[in-house]
Each structure stands twice: as structure tokens, then as C-alpha cells.
């Protein structure tokens, strides 16, 4: 019989893959807003954070109560600290896709992304869709092998960057004011690949006891030719 | 005679007021570093980031052993969870001036700002370091009075993003690349400030109990204008 710790873990871990399909939907949700110059979505994304928000409160009360009632062990305790990291995180993955969707809000009735950057943006769209709902499955299912599987899907979104950076050199032709867009919402989607990881790590973490760094080499380079 | 839990809660204090200045050093040295590209000053900001990683990851064991030792009543676990969340916010700033760092990095021998940038970054420059030397203070005396202070100082620097963004318009005469240079450090510097003053928040939280909310239409509105 499941003592009463673990049963609170359940709920913290359904209120975390909760969040996490909160944020897939308003990423999902954004990159449309973007693309289509849709006001009234891109303003349902904005509105909706703030439920994102309150989840995390949430969770914070619950893990505190946890806390609180239990008197658990150490490993207890950086299991619940772990938690509230992953809540952070994925917090953090819906206030990126509020600020996709401000940018999609700030240059209506038009749309943001020029004709020839929409296939990149509609991509980093899906993977960021992806990624966000397979780390809502690595949580829900204490999966750690998946949780490393996901890193491949960074690396998508990190190809996808560097395209767009590519593309934002001196050759582009659609204006100082659409580059700063394109250049705020490649980096909007980008981090929001990177907290999906950092969840999916976190799994990892409290399914092995391990915590596996990335390569610092590698996460580097792929910042230094992202900035 | 003090108890244990608050000699404690002094110490995670004396940790989070270490990390401040240790964020205070990163972003003055790497603004140095970005307006005199200066490669060795930019190595070492890069490098010293993993050390403020390092102090929070402490501090979150410190907070564990608290919550695990002390046995605290919900007010206490509350206390802890914001030293934590204050930690994470600070790490975060860390990030930021690793950023403006590697952008310094990416366009030497050449400072990545164009010369009539210059007056503008070195004004976000001494914004940073003057709202998380505040941050550190406040923190350090539980000001919670002058944490109320330190917002005026991020509207100064909401202001300055502001500037950048006029200047980052379709009048811009130094090419994409630095466009999207100049567009990404701006946003590391208000991402800073409006991390300090997430901090001093906190403290009036500790301090009062009150959570008070920045005005939400105040703060879109300025987010508004610099996406």
C-alpha cells in the first residue's frame, strides 16, 4: 500500500504533466497566432498564462505541504526541491509562448514572419510541440530512457536556430524591424526546447538518482553560433 | 537567543547575498568586455558563470537540510521556498551576463555595439549594476522598504530598452548582424533587471507576508513596447 508521501508525489507529478500540456497548447496556440496575424488567439495566449502561473503556486503550496505533514527523509526532500524545479521550468515554457504571442499581437493586422522564414517558424512550431508533449510523458510515466531521447529533439530545434541566424545576416531583406522579431522568437523558441530538456533531465534525476550533465562542449557551441 | 532554524535561514541569506555580487562582477565585466571587446574579460565572465550555478545548487541543499532537520512550520517552509525561488532568479541573472558575455565573444576583435549604441549599453550597463547591487542589500538588511525602491530603477532600464528599440528600426544603418546582436543584449539587460526586482519582491514577501503584484498593465505595457 502506497504510503501517504507517494500518493502526494502523484499529485504533484499529474499537476506537473498538467502544466506541461498547458504550455504545448499555448505554445501551439502562439506559432498560429504568428503565422495567421491571429489577434484574437494571440490574446487568449497571453490571458491563459496566468492560469500557467497559478499551477505553479499550486504546486509550490502542495510540495510545502508535503513538506510539512510527512517529515521526509532527505531523499524525500530534493525529490520534492526537484519537482518544484520542474515547475519553474515549465512555467518558464509559458511565458515564452506569451511572448510569441505579444509579437504576433504587436505587428497586426500583419503577420511577424516573412514569406521566406515561415517553414522555419512553423517547424520550430512542431518541434517545440513535440518536445513539450513528450516531456509531459516522460514525467507522467518516470520514464528516464525517453527523457534521453528527447536531447535529439533539441538538437532539431538547435539546427533550426542556427538556420534562421543563417538567414538573419546581411543578406536579409525584410527590414531592421522584422529581424529583431524573428531574431526575439527564434531565441522564444529555442529556450522553450532547452526547459523541455531540462524537465526531461530532472526525470532522469529522480527516476536514477543521477544527474547527467549535457556536454558543456556541445551545448556551447550550439549557443555560441546561437548567441 | 536565536534558534537554529534562524541562524540557518542566515546563512541561506549569506549565500544569496553572495550570489548577487557575484552576479553585480558578471554583468559589469561582461558589459566591459562587450563595449571594449575584450576577449579575456568575456572568457572569464563565461567561466565564472559555473560558480554561481554552484552556489545555488548549495543553497538548495542548505535548504533541504533545514526543512529536514528543523521540522519548520508552514511559515518556515514558506520562507525556504522563496530563498530557493530567490536563488533561481539570481542563477538566472548569472545566465544573462554570460550571454552579453558570449555575444562579446562571438564578434571579436570587433565590439558587437555600433558607436552610437555605445552611450545606450553603457547606461543599461550601470542599470544592472546598480539594481543588483540594490537586490544584494536589500536582501542583506530585509529592506523590504526599499525593495519597493528598486522598481524605479527597472523602469530606467525599461526606458533605455525602449531607446534601443527606436534605434532598432527600419532606420538602422548597421546591418542585420548587429541588429540582432544589439536586439539580444537589450533583452539580457532588462531580463536582469526585471530579475533583481523579482528578487527584492521576494524580500518584501518574507518580510511582510504580502505578495504584492506588480501592475500587470504597467509591466505589458512596457513589455509591450520592447516585445
Known sequence: MRDAFHEDLDRVSDQLVEMTRLASSAMSRATTALLDADITLAESVI??????????????????????????VATDLRIVVTAMRMSSDIERMGDLARHVAKVARLRFPHSAVPADIRAIILQMGQVAERIVEKAGSIIAAKDAAAARTLEKEDDAMDDLHRELFVKLSDDWQHGTEAAVDITLVGRYYERFADHAVSVARRVVFL????WEPESVTDHEEAEDSSR
Open 47 to 72: 490571458e491563459n498564462d496566468a492560469h500557467i502561473d497559478q499551477l505553479r503556486e499550486e504546486l509550490d503550496m502542495l510540495a510545502i505541504q508535503l513538506l510539512a505533514r510527512q517529515q521526509p
Open 207 to 210: 527516476v536514477t538518482g543521477e
